[in-house]
């Protein structure tokens, strides 16, 4: 997408070098896969086939280099999604294992499918709190069914958008409604964690529909129920995760270079050169694993003062710290997603009936686009970014993440899409192919089967600083300069974007920063910037009013043009002056404009003032001739309108003949000819 979000993904590499790895020359050339055949003999079919499922591209060169740089890649990234996507599931207002349930097929999925080595796919935070968005209040307690269909609806989607290669309805979106989307998201998902970072407890949360304004209505309504012990752990964590963050920005512990260096990297710098690779890998392993270090070592913390999980639940005064709580263990079952939604599927008498299929969809409402379109601009984004130069194919890309979403519904997942962080550290950590997915996906599935009692422990105040950590970053403040200096009236869409989705809805600031723009960039169709002005032919006492749009003129401005062009006739060029209209940027019109344009010509031929069409283009040549005949006259060079006044060329109905006409014709063939 835009520079804007390539910059931030860029941030997020930790200087990394994000180039893709060719798979050539590798140190070990042990290859696991071997080729049955030699390449480019496999026909078009063939060619198409490699396109729509990439791995067929990479896997024959697979070797022993790439499957050691893939797994450590892999069990890296899975350390960082096993915490977030906990974190996220809280995000959407569901259970813990909804986080892990989603984070598993996206990466087998794009396995196979992807045609990005570094991207990532599972929960993210915009995507989480656009799923919670959906079943607020009452319907809370239905989230798990909501959020599994609207994958497999998200899922559809963008498969039907791949497809048809229908990308191009993203580029409707523009870097400042992004911008201002990310922000508001950004700004919303961190209000939202105030309480479980400090621990306060909301009883009965405020309805007042004013988007983050209810967050901050419900922290001070109950500020009396903060627990000093959840809000010394959680800015204790938040803290710890911003400095490990920080630390991994640093060359401290890198060798020394030409450029100028640290007193502490200088320092370091004299301890072996195997000491020194040691200690520079050990810290960036700890800092780009910071999420599952904190995490991990909080549980045990939380584990160590209280043991009794199920005292801790009864009452949260019990426990030091307010844990996540007992989490469903297991590997989900392979299921259809829920069409449906059973009575007393709560478990306490609600709903008494089923809701059925029409219902749930009536629910959902616009998310059922909102939320695909999201998806894309994440995915695609980041595959540009990290594609290290080369052409990404958008529509492959909408494809992947359409059968990840597909198949994920069928194993309880919410809506996934490319995460930024995620995909940054899978580069860093040096993937070569789309396969560390699956050692990512592995380590999930680990977890879901074996370490779930465990994660019962973790505090939720060090979730909610995994999350806001996370997301801070994501306030996109440093767009505002570049925007201001260049075109103030770019901030605008951006703006409403951001205002609508913090005080009310994140889909409607969407709407609100799309239809905005939209708006905008009609009125400059509808009205083009025209230059007048009085010129003299040269080495000719022959003066002529030349009048010079700057873009096509069609329906919405021929209005606009006819009305302008007609006083500038009359006021500027005395009634009498020839009108040249240059055709320079002209580069397309239409049958409206064609049927105004004949009229304004009747007008001037009228009053015997002669207009002149200067070097116009075949499609706007003909599109104009064949409506208006031969009131349209068209040249190659305002001289000719001294030849043209002389009488040397007739334009009379007997001779429509025209030079540039003629030669236009005799380039572009005789089908064009009018």
Not at 15 to 31: I, N, R
Not at 638 to 648: H, K, L, M, Q, Y
Request: a negative charge; hydrophobic letters at 45%; one cysteine or more.
């Amino acid at each position: 997408m835009g520079d804007t979000i390539i910059d931030t993904v860029k941030k997020l590499s930790d200087g990394e070098d994000s180039k893709a790895d060719q798979l050539e020359k590798p140190p070990m050339d042990v290859a696991l896969v071997q080729k049955d055949r030699p390449a480019n003999k496999c026909g078009k079919v063939g060619k198409h086939v490699k396109k729509k499922f990439p791995i067929l591209e990479w896997l024959p060169k697979y070797n022993l280099d790439c499957a050691v740089s893939d797994m450590i890649a892999g069990v890296t990234v899975g350390l960082t999604v096993i915490p977030q996507s906990i974190a996220y599931a809280a995000v959407a207002g569901l259970s813990p294992q909804y986080g892990l349930y989603s984070s598993f097929m996206g990466c087998f999925a794009y396995c196979v499918f992807g045609s990005t080595k570094d991207i990532t796919i599972g929960p993210t935070a915009i995507m989480a709190l656009m799923t919670g968005a959906v079943f607020q209040g009452e319907l809370a307690k239905y989230g798990e069914y909501y959020a599994v269909l609207l994958a497999f609806f998200s899922g559809i989607i963008i498969f039907i958008f791949g497809i048809l290669q229908l990308g191009f309805l993203i580029d409707f979106i523009s870097v400042p409604v992004i911008a201002g989307f990310t922000s508001a998201a950004a700004i919303t998902i961190a209000s939202g964690q105030i309480k479980g970072l400090l621990g306060i407890h909301v009883e009965h949360k405020s309805h007042s529909h004013a988007g983050v304004v209810d967050d901050y209505i419900d922290i001070f309504n109950n500020i009396d129920s903060i627990r000093y012990q959840d809000a010394i752990l959680g800015i204790t964590c938040a803290i710890l995760l911003l400095l490990l963050r920080a630390l991994n920005r640093t060359n401290w512990f890198k060798p020394l270079s030409g450029d100028e260096s640290s007193a502490i990297q200088q320092l370091m710098n004299k301890l072996p050169e195997k000491a020194l690779f040691a200690v520079n890998k050990t810290v960036w392993f700890i800092c780009t694993s910071r999420n599952a270090v904190v995490v991990i070592f909080c549980l045990v913390l939380g584990a160590f003062l209280d043991p009794d999980i199920a005292v801790c639940q009864e009452n949260r005064d019990n426990c030091t710290f307010t844990l996540t709580g007992t989490i469903d263990a297991g590997i989900p079952k392979a299921q259809l997603p829920p069409f449906s939604i059973p009575a007393n599927a709560s478990g306490t008498g609600e709903p008494e009936e089923d809701i059925s299929f029409t219902g749930m969809v009536t629910q959902l409402g616009s998310n059922i686009i909102i939320i695909p379109i999201i998806a894309i601009l994440e995915s695609v984004a980041i595959a540009k970014a990290f594609s290290g130069g080369k052409p990404v194919d958008a529509s492959q890309e909408m494809i992947a993440l359409g059968v990840c979403n597909m198949l994920g519904s069928f194993v309880q997942s919410m809506p996934t899409t490319g995460s930024f962080s995620r995909t940054a550290v899978n580069s860093a950590s040096g993937v070569k192919t789309p396969f560390g997915g699956i050692y990512t996906g592995g380590l999930v599935i680990l977890c879901l089967a074996f370490l779930m009692p465990y994660c019962a422990f973790i505090p939720k105040a060090t979730l909610s600083a995994v999350i806001m950590t996370a997301v801070i970053f994501s306030v996109e403040y440093e767009v505002l300069k570049p925007m201001w200096g260049s075109k103030k009236l770019d901030l605008l869409p951006g703006i409403v974007c951001l205002l609508v989705g913090l005080f009310y809805e994140l889909d409607k600031g969407i709407f609100a920063g799309v239809g905005l723009h939209l708006l905008i960039v009609l009125y400059h169709v509808a009205r083009p910037k025209v230059t007048v002005e009085v010129k003299q032919v040269d080495n000719s006492p022959q003066q002529y009013l030349l009048i010079s749009p700057d873009q096509g003129i069609i329906f919405p401005s021929v209005s606009f043009i006819r009305s302008l062009i007609s006083k500038a006739g009359v006021s500027q060029g005395n009634s009498e002056l020839p009108v040249v209209i240059d055709c320079s940027h002209i580069n397309q019109t239409d049958f409206t404009a064609a049927e105004g344009f004949k009229a304004m010509l009747a007008d001037f031929k009228a009053r015997s003032q002669a207009v002149y069409w200067l070097s116009p283009s075949t499609e706007v040549m003909h599109v104009i001739k064949f409506i208006a005949g031969d009131s349209f006259i068209a040249i190659t060079n305002p001289a000719d309108i001294v030849t043209r006044s002389n009488g040397s060329l007739d334009n009379t109905p007997e001779n429509t003949s025209d030079p540039l006409l003629e030669e236009v014709v005799a380039d572009n063939g005789a089908a064009v000819k009018v």
